[in-house]
């Protein structure tokens, strides 16, 4: 007894000194903003992170059992989907978004493109419940999961308790998401001083700054609120945005800024994936803004921009790359979970 509350009071003790952040399993990189997520609510293990990647890659969770969280958020795109503009669901539904990024998401205020989860812990719900991507359950899917033989053990471990619960599998799924950081770019090595841009990055991010900084905001790349960023709504999805979940005329197409971190690998771009690669983006900005009462305020005034000065901002942006974020084996499928020796 007398070892468990003095590890209890280390504990807390370790949290209180490092303002609620777990360390090891997440670190607050130099420079960067306080986390929006609220760790004390849920501490990190690496059991708990453990059974929150075999989650996410575990097709389980769709009523068929054909897909995973991965099926559309894969590690090597930066946990996007790069070989559709929308996402694919069972039985080969397609849905009427591209799926997004997943990263730094410990900073992120709301989920989802309109912004419809406030929380990280409540976003696994959405895509399980989904008719058009996973069709399942979710008191059917904890009913699954204690029925496989893999996760009773891995929800002791982790939570001191085999019954598996909704909480603890969202709390899981949240632990594992958390440990997504991606903060190795040449940007930031040159912002760490260990790196330098070239004449050409330097101009890019000069460009940059001018341009785009205003919602894509240094250093996570995303100022995090709603913007009508100017697209000429799509007449098949008539996808209305931000006001699906407010139901407010001004919030008309309106959608979350994603980050730019890791842009080079997750194209298609924009909320429906109409653009190919980043050539498209800029033309779109600097000749293919559709006015309308909701554009962005920072969008109003045209930009222009040379060819040769296109192409420096997009050497910038190639700077927000992170590969060993990419290839991390820890973010990758959790063969020593699965195929147990």
Sequence with gaps: MKYIIISYCLLLLMLLTSGGIPEPFFKVPKGWPKPNYSFTQNQLSQTKIDLGRALFYDPILSKDSTISCASCHNPYTSFAHTDHALSHGIHDSIGNRNAPALLNLAWQKSFMWDGAIHHLDMQALSPITNPIEMNEDFAHVIGKLQKKHLYPGLFYTA??????????????????????????????????????????????????????????????????????????????????????????????????????????????????????????????????????????????????????????????????SDKSFLFDPKNSFPKFIFFKK
């Design 159 to 320: 939570f001191g308790d085999s019954l598996i619960t909704g909480a603890n599998t969202l709390k899981a799924f949240s632990a594992f998401l958390l440990t997504l950081v991606s903060d190795n770019t040449k940007y930031d090595s040159v912002y760490r001083k260990q790196s330098t841009f070239t004449d050409q990055e330097k101009n890019g991010l000069k460009l940059f700054r001018k341009h785009c900084a205003q919602c894509h905001t240094e250093p996570l790349f995303s100022n995090q609120a709603f913007e009508n960023n100017g697209l000429l709504q799509d007449s098949t999805l008539n996808d209305i945005g931000r006001m699906k979940i407010t139901g407010l005329t001004s919030d008309s197409l309106k959608f979350k800024v994603p980050t730019l971190r890791n842009i080079e690998f997750t194209a298609p771009y924009m909320h429906d994936g109409r653009f190919k690669n980043l050539s498209e983006v800029l033309k779109h900005y600097t000749s293919g803004i559709h006015q309308s009462k909701t554009l962005s305020e920072k969008l109003k005034n045209s930009i222009a921009l040379k060819s040769n000065e296109k192409v420096d901002l997009i050497a910038f942006l190639l700077t927000l």
